[in-house]
Structure formats: structure tokens, C-alpha cells
């Protein structure tokens, strides 16, 4: 869309451009074919656009993809994009504020790719909300203030660098592909922006660690960001002791910490006795046969490469909303890395209940109380799906933080049933093999909706 176009648009629409706002409309078309371009659209992809305002990107992407989310904050833009695409299925438009918009249903539309023209005044917090820590979007094609761009990509040392650079760069590798001036925007803002590619970033060969605990030393750092970590740092291990195992300055200020570092730090302070170990193979299990009468023990490796019939528990832990937890299984894991599972499961050790096993699961991965009341969904029999295993059902009421070893789980999300269902539905590779047998099983209990809040869905 050409200059003529857009002031078109706004006039009819009784639009004056909103400062509030941070509306500045781009006009430039080869800039927005340039920036659409660096998206590398495909007929698979669902594309997310965030402040399409009078559409300069969507008129392009539009064509390109096989749904398009449109995001915008203005009512009256939000109007108009909904009238101009009405006849046109695949695109969707909301009438929201990016920042807080709900991405979660995003997981069943993958691939998920994310483009936006963002206001300066919340740049930060929508990137925030969408290319968090396991976001559904593989690709990343930004235009923001030049200063703020800068501010992302930073190098320890540089003044730009703080807690907004490690945030997105512990998840995202970046890039500035371009810089636009001001004289490509209607108004004209009064400083240059930036357009910048993310793509995720690989961390297959680093150690694991835990992104919530990083997080949190790093918010504690950088709150006095000129000052020493030392005092802002727990107790425990002592900080001389762990700045000289990592030749890190005992007068180090967070600006000069760089990310592997902050990595390194993580894990010295993880307090978890399972931070560094996803499975242990000399575990002993019961071998039972299928009508699960206890035959002999043998050892988790051998129960696994052998095909032999054990134990196990799942446990679906679902909040005051009706949300239920999720965990994405470790990339260490031996057995379906890296995919999305129950709340908490796990085998039962020899000559351990299925009651006594579920709770420990939960307090040894979630961190969540022995005291947590369990109710028994039901029980599973043993085939391939299930690895061979016996499975009992659990299903859990739980409102509190949970806390998990980084070595067993990548991260855990709350998601609304619904969302569950479409996700499977679509991607059901993105779940362990026993998950959907184990929802199956959830929908069709009467605990579903009598105790769990849930929508009964035969």
C-alpha cells in the first residue's frame, strides 16, 4: 500500500493518527515487500501480524500463507481490517492488545511465524508475550525503534546490553537486515527504526538449566545494575567459591556477565538434586505380566530395550480455571525428548504402589506437596502406545508454583482443555505417544466436569 492509499483508508475511517498510540503508519512499498520477504512465507505457515494499522505488510503476506492472525490494538483499524478481509476465510482479526493477547492456541497452528510493525512504547512487552521461553513461533521478522533493536542484540559491555538482551537472546539469535528512516512513515517519527530477523536459537550443545531460575538472578542483578552481583546473589554456594570454579570476576556487574556465563551461574545455583540427571538406568522396576501379577525386577535399562511389561503413573494437574499443566519432556531424556506430556508421570520403582509412586512424581518434577489430593482417573493396559506400561490415571486440583528439575523438563504451560484437543487433533507428533490415550481417557471420566472443571467431550 502506497501513501494515497493509506491516507485513503484513514480518511474514511475518521482515523488521525494516535501518538498514544506510536502510529506511524509505514508507506514505503519496497520496504514492505523487503520486510515480508525476510519472513520467508510458505502455503504451510500460520502467520501472526501484530498493529497491521492500514495494512501495508497483511496486503502482502496476505496471499502468502495458509491463515493469517491479525492483532490490533485500535478499534477502528481493527474495523477496518475486518471489513476489508470478510470474504476471505483464512484471515482472522482481533481487536486486542498484543502484550497481554493469548498465544497458546498458537501451539496447534505450527509452523507459527511472527511479524509486526510495533509500537516503541510496548515493543518490549508484546515480544515478551509471544517469543518467550518455548514459543510456538519459529521465525521472527521485527521493525522497532533502531535504539531498541540495538538494545536486543547487544554484546557484554555495551551500554544497550541488560535484562531486555539476555531475555531474548537466552531463546533467540538475531539480526538487523535493514534501517529505516523516518521518511518511510506517515507521520514521520522522530528517530530511525530497525528491521530485525530472529530466528530460534540453537542450544543443543550447551548444558541444560533452568530458565525460570535464570530469570530470576538476572531480575535480581539488574535492579541495581551498576552495583556488584554479590550481594544479589543467594548465599549458597558462596560466591567467591563459584566465581573462581567459573573464572568470573568476584566485582562483577550484570552489564558484564555475558549469556554462558549467566548459564553457568544458573546451574551453580540450582538447588534441585535432580538438576543434572533425567533418568537413571539402574532404577529397579517390577515386571508384571498383562494382567499385572508381579513376575521378577529388573533394571529400567533392561525393562526398556527388552519390550518387558512394568508400572507406571500419569498425573493431569488442572488449575482453578480448568487449565491443565503440560510439561515438554527434556531433550535428555532417553525415551521421546524434547515432545509434550501429562503434568508429572513416571515408573513405579519395585514394590511401590501406584498412590505412593503418583505422589512422589509430582513432588520430585512439579515440586507440589505430598499432601495434594489425587483422584484415580482410571487405568490403562499395556501396549506400545504406552511403552508397555500399566498405567494409573491421576488427576490432580493444584493453584501454587511449580518447580521442575531442568534435566527432566524443558518447561510447563497451563492450557484450556480446548486447546488440548485442537492441538492433538492437528500435531499430534508434538505429544509423547502415551498423552493422547491418557486425555481420552480424562474427557471421557466423570471427574472431567463433575471435579476438573472440564467441558465433558465424548
Not at 509486526?116 to 518467550?132: K, M
Not at 533392561?302 to 518387558?308: D, M, P, Q, R
Not at 498423552?435 to 476438573?452: G, R
Amino acid at each position: 500500500m502506497n501513501a494515497t492509499r493509506i491516507r485513503t483508508v484513514l480518511e474514511q475511517y475518521g482515523i488521525t493518527p494516535s501518538k498514544a498510540l506510536g502510529q506511524n503508519f509505514l508507506t514505503d512499498e519496497n520496504i514492505a515487500r523487503f520486510i515480508v520477504k525476510q519472513l520467508e512465507p510458505t502455503p504451510h505457515d500460520c502467520i501472526i501480524e501484530v498493529g497491521p494499522g492500514a495494512g501495508s505488510l497483511t496486503e502482502i503476506v496476505a496471499p502468502l500463507c495458509r491463515k493469517l492472525i491479525l492483532i490490533e490494538f485500535d478499534k477502528r483499524l481493527a474495523d477496518y481490517q475486518r471489513t476489508r478481509w470478510a470474504e476471505d476465510s483464512h484471515v482472522e482479526v482481533h481487536q486486542a492488545d498484543a502484550a497481554t493477547w493469548d498465544p497458546r492456541p498458537l501451539f496447534a497452528e505450527q509452523p507459527v511465524k511472527f511479524l509486526g510493525n510495533l509500537p516503541y512504547s510496548s515493543g518490549g512487552a508484546i515480544l515478551a508475550n509471544f517469543l518467550h521461553h518455548e514459543s510456538p513461533c519459529s521465525r521472527a521478522v521485527i521493525m522497532l525503534q533502531k535504539e531498541l533493536v540495538e538494545r536486543i542484540l547487544a554484546k557484554p559491555g555495551d551500554e544497550a546490553y541488560g535484562l531486555l538482551t539476555l531475555r531474548m537472546q537466552m531463546n533467540w539469535e538475531g539480526s538487523m537486515v535493514r534501517t529505516v528512516p523516518p521518511t518511510a512513515f506517515r507521520p514521520q517519527p522522530k528517530v530511525d527504526s530497525a528491521v530485525m530477523v530472529l530466528t530460534p536459537r540453537d542450544a543443543q550443545n550447551e548444558p541444560i538449566y533452568d530458565h525460570r531460575l535464570m530469570d530470576e538472578l538476572m531480575r535480581r542483578c539488574f535492579s541495581c545494575r551498576r552495583k556488584q552481583m554479590r550481594k544479589q546473589m543467594p548465599a549458597l554456594p558462596p560466591w567467591e567459591q563459584v566465581c573462581a570454579e567459573l573464572r568470573i570476576s568476584p566485582t562483577a556487574r550484570p552489564e558484564e556477565v555475558s549469556l554462558s556465563q549467566w548459564i553457568a551461574l544458573t546451574r551453580a545455583y540450582d538447588t534441585n538434586p535432580l538438576a543434572d540427571i533425567p533418568q537413571q538406568d539402574n532404577e529397579l522396576f517390577d515386571v508384571v505380566d498383562e494382567e499385572d501379577r508381579v513376575l521378577r525386577q529388573a533394571t529400567r535399562r533392561e525393562v526398556h530395550e527388552c519390550g518387558l511389561i512394568h508400572r507406571a503413573v500419569h498425573i493431569l494437574v488442572f488449575n482453578k480455571h480448568g487449565d491443565c499443566l503440560l510439561q515438554k519432556r527434556s531433550r535428555l531424556k532417553d525415551h521421546m525428548p524434547g515432545l509434550w506430556d501429562s503434568s508429572a508421570a513416571g515408573h513405579l520403582d519395585a514394590g511401590e504402589t501406584y498412590d505412593h509412586a503418583a505422589h512422589r512424581e509430582l513432588r520430585e518434577e512439579l515440586n507440589i506437596p505430598q499432601d495434594c489430593p489425587l483422584r484415580l482417573v482410571g487405568k490403562i493396559p499395556p501396549s506400545p502406545s504406552t511403552g508397555m506400561e500399566h498405567v494409573s490415571l491421576y488427576a490432580a486440583r493444584y493453584d501454587g508454583k511449580v518447580r521442575y528439575p531442568a534435566a527432566e523438563i524443558s518447561t510447563a504451560l497451563p492450557f484450556p482443555p480446548a486447546i488440548i484437543d485442537d492441538w492433538l487433533e492437528w500435531r499430534p507428533q508434538d505429544f509423547a505417544s502415551s498423552f493422547a490415550t491418557c486425555w481420552k481417557l480424562m474427557k471421557t471420566s466423570p471427574l472431567a466436569s463433575t471435579e476438573l472443571n472440564y467441558p465433558h467431550r465424548s
